[in-house]
């Protein structure tokens, strides 16, 4: 359909056009949403993939002739922003709370049983019953019907901005249908964005062609997936979100009576609400419903990890209130991880990039938690020990942290007559030199380091990864070509590469070859605490990395550096330090170094100055035990903004220990040495304060 302004017409004609092709554009808009809803939503689509491209196109052009007429809700603006350089960071409205675990039938029942002692006088509170998906949690802010704002959880009280890519989400409404009177200007809908398993299959075979490492599982690509600077990553990541609930700053009400109420609301104003919903009577209703999806869960289209049971009366919700962290009338049951026997057809011995043997069990195909698991870690040589594993045994397998597939025992009673225990290799499986293992240390390890193909591959793969010099388009594939064909035997040589080089590799075109070198190029000018976690020094992480980043501006500053002094950093201690002097040691790294330097890697970094407040500033913390409002990552970021530390280790050095669930050794010595231990409330209250200016400085 055509669209013609008459420039030469009647002001009364132009005016007639004109609010034409507004309604027309306005229809459009409205057809295009409703069909996307029954596609991403309901997934029950009325008309051809051909009909919808025809109307997309329609208002495409529309938009391009009067760009006037264009809006942010608009369909044609889910995709097309710029990619970002950082996520700013978002305070909620609303606190977000997690939930408490059950992890049994019992501790459901004694969570059901403490609800009723409020309520002595009714036989039975009703209790809604919802998949818990295992995915990543968001707030979306509409206002007047449009979506404004998308963030991350974060720690509950603040988050990161994502609102461009949860846009590129197209079962994410950008404007709400039909709004009734009594809903509130301003909303905050909470709901998961996951993964499904299908775009999860399709994710990871891209990145096995590619030559990309693949995701562990679909809520970690979910995850990583929201979270890519450039929002057109996000869009082909083919996601989808299930809402669980909203709630407005200024109203407290709630426009139902009911959670379950407010869910049939929110799939009217064109929301994704998990069908799989039940709202159940009793507890013994709801412990029906969590032995039903127990077994159904693996034939879903997603990852659930368990139920959330729920009190529906939203004026007992209120009533009942919360803790410091979670919500007394919710709890999540986490379903238990499934175990399974299966045959152990053989063991292989892989070697990492600190030359470290590990035994990978080879398995008898097995379908496990809703996957087919045909590989299990087997950790070292003490564990195959412990097992007393023989080649044909009956072994069980489970998901630890329903991700890692690991052998947890064998059934004796099955084992064939004559077979013969596992030995453990004494050469290295690449490279046949003598294995060796130190004392008090349980892995066997290559010293063959410039000599081993798996050591090199494993140090340039490290190298490349997002936590250390991040080069996009370097897959373990393409590095294994690298090193095969000679052109590279450590990380520096990555800088020598040319197009031309790369052009003479299998399935290297012209175009992938210079995006290639382009990527590594760029990666020269990396932070130093990204390069000194890129070298790949034993025991030295990320936030070692940091810490060493932190205290010196060099890789100089830190190959001169003495032992005393190394010992003496907060996070350090005497076996990093020892590392690290024994790293710097070795010629071939020194000339590794040398020639990273000639290449234009950039081995300084020149110290920025801020004008942010740092309260935090000399101060060393340890987070021990699982913090329930947020990840230990976003904990750290938060300490570091402010100034701090963050150390892996307590010591008498150390200013304060952060506690979450289950702390361990760590909690006891900080009591022992009069460490200063805050619980996660006491934490998240003083990160309040000082982000509020209530707190200049906190001292050691």
């Known amino acids: 359909m055509e669209y013609d302004i008459k420039i030469g017409a009647g002001i009364e004609m132009q005016i007639a056009d004109i609010k034409k092709i507004k309604n027309r554009v306005k229809e459009l808009r409205k057809q295009i949403n409703y069909h996307n809803y029954l596609y991403y939503v309901k997934d029950a689509p009325e008309i051809t993939d051909f009909e919808f491209d025809k109307l997309f196109k329609e208002l495409k052009n529309l938009e391009l002739k009067f760009p006037e007429l264009v809006t942010p809700e608009s369909p044609t603006q889910r995709v097309g922003e710029e990619p970002s350089e950082k996520f700013e960071q978002v305070k909620h409205s609303v606190r977000l709370y997690s939930l408490d675990n059950a ?89 998961e964005i996951f993964m499904p398993k299908n775009a999860f299959d399709e994710l990871n075979q891209r990145r096995r062609e590619q030559g990309e490492p693949e995701f562990a599982n679909p809520r970690n690509a979910g995850s990583g997936s929201v979270r890519q600077l450039d929002p057109k990553i996000t869009a082909e990541r083919k996601l989808s979100i299930f809402v669980y609930g909203a709630v407005a700053p200024d109203f407290s009400e709630g426009i139902s009576s009911t959670h379950s109420g407010n869910l049939e609301i929110l799939e009217k104003l064109g929301f994704k609400v998990n069908p799989d919903t039940k709202v159940c009577k009793n507890i013994k209703e709801a412990l029906e419903f969590c032995k039903k999806w127990n077994t159904d869960r693996f034939k879903l289209k997603y990852a659930t990890d368990g139920i959330v049971v729920k009190v529906n009366s939203l004026k007992k919700q209120q009533e009942l209130g919360f803790t410091s962290r979670s919500p007394r009338w919710a709890i999540a049951y986490k379903f238990p991880p499934e175990v399974i026997l299966t045959t152990l057809k053989k063991v292989e011995f892989s ?42 045994d009956k072994v069980y397998v489970k998901k630890a942290a329903e991700i890692i597939p690991k052998v947890i025992g064998v059934e ?21 030199h003598k294995l060796e293992r130190k004392e008090g240390e349980v892995i066997n390890f290559c010293p063959n380091f410039m000599g081993c193909k798996a050591q090199i591959i494993g140090r340039i793969e490290h190298w490349v990864s997002r936590n250390a010099m991040d080069i996009d388009g370097v897959g373990a594939s393409l590095i294994k070509q690298f090193v095969e064909h000679g052109l590279i035997k450590d990380p520096a040589d990555l800088y020598q590469l040319t197009k031309e080089s790369l052009m003479e590799l299998e399935r290297m075109a012209d175009k992938s070859a210079g995006n290639v070198v382009e990527g ?181």
């Open 103 to 191: 992890n049994n039938e019992e501790e459901l029942l004694d969570w059901y049983n403490r609800i009723k002692k409020s309520y002595p006088n009714e036989h039975g509170i009703e209790i809604v019953c919802e998949l818990k998906i295992d995915g990543l949690a968001v707030a979306l802010t509409y206002e007047r019907g449009i979506f404004t704002q998308g963030a991350t959880r974060g720690n509950g009280i603040a988050g990161e901005d994502i609102t461009t890519n949860l846009r590129t989400i197209k079962s994410i409404p950008l404007r709400l249908f039909d709004i009734p009177d009594e809903l509130p200007e301003t909303i905050e809908v909470r709901g």
């Open 351 to 392: 070697v990492g990039r600190t030359g470290a043997v590990t035994p990978v069990a080879v398995l008898e195909p097995v379908k496990l938690a809703g996957t087919m698991v045909s590989r299990a870690s087997l950790h070292n040589a003490d564990e195959i020990e412990r097992l007393k594993l023989r080649i044909g």
């Open 412 to 432: 004796l009673s099955q084992r064939q007559e004559g077979s013969e225990s596992l030995v453990y290799p004494d050469k290295c499986p690449s490279c046949g």
């Open 520 to 700: 590594i190029q760029a990666s020269r000018d990396r932070p130093v605490g990204r390069l000194i976690n890129a070298l790949g020094i034993k025991y030295v992480g990320k936030e070692t990395a940091d810490i060493l980043g932190q205290e010196y501006n060099s890789i100089e500053n830190i190959k001169n550096a003495s032992f005393k002094e190394l010992e003496n950093i907060e996070g350090i201690g005497e076996k990093i330090a020892d590392s690290i002097i024994n790293y710097f040691k070795n010629p071939d790294v020194l000339e590794m170094i040398d020639k990273l330097e000639k290449n234009g890697v950039k081995l300084k970094q020149d110290m920025q100055k801020t004008d942010k407040p740092r309260p935090l500033l000399n101060t060393s913390f340890v987070l021990t035990g699982t913090l329930s409002t947020m990840d230990r990552k976003s904990a750290s970021d938060i300490i570091k903004e402010m100034g701090g530390k963050v150390t892996n280790s307590v010591s008498k050095k150390t200013s304060c220990v952060i506690v979450g669930e289950s702390p361990g050794s760590k909690y006891d010595k900080a009591v022992s040495l009069g460490i200063t231990v805050l619980d996660e409330s006491q934490f998240i209250e003083l990160i309040e304060k000082l982000q509020a200016g209530g707190i200049e400085e906190v001292n050691e």
